[in-house]
């Protein structure tokens, strides 16, 4: 039985909302899990899929919170700092 858990920032995809809508989770849910069916053969009633929306305050990157690590990304291109790694 797989579990995924998925993290997004709570914010929203177009002006005006601030959150992930229910249409877009329930596509995340079924994105994630056909890719598991697919991949790994678990079939999609076996599939836990949670997603947790995450506030920006409570989000870093790049060794700052995300919303002053944007506005640097943002800024001039000599100061940016550079991408993390991912692993």
């Known amino acids: 039985m797989p579990i995924v858990t998925v993290q997004v920032t ?3 995809t177009a002006p005006g909302r601030n959150s992930v809508t229910s249409d877009e989770k329930a596509a995340i849910i079924k ?4 890719v598991l069916l697919d991949v790994l053969n678990k079939p999609l009633e076996s599939t836990y899929v949670v997603i947790e929306e995450v506030d920006l305050d409570n989000w ?3 060794g700052m919170p995300t919303v002053q690590y944007r506005r640097v990304r943002a800024g001039a291109a000599g100061a940016l700092p550079p991408r993390p790694a991912f692993f």
């Open 60 to 62: 870093g990157w790049g």
């Open 31 to 34: 994105g994630v899990s056909e």
């Open 10 to 12: 709570r914010e929203g």
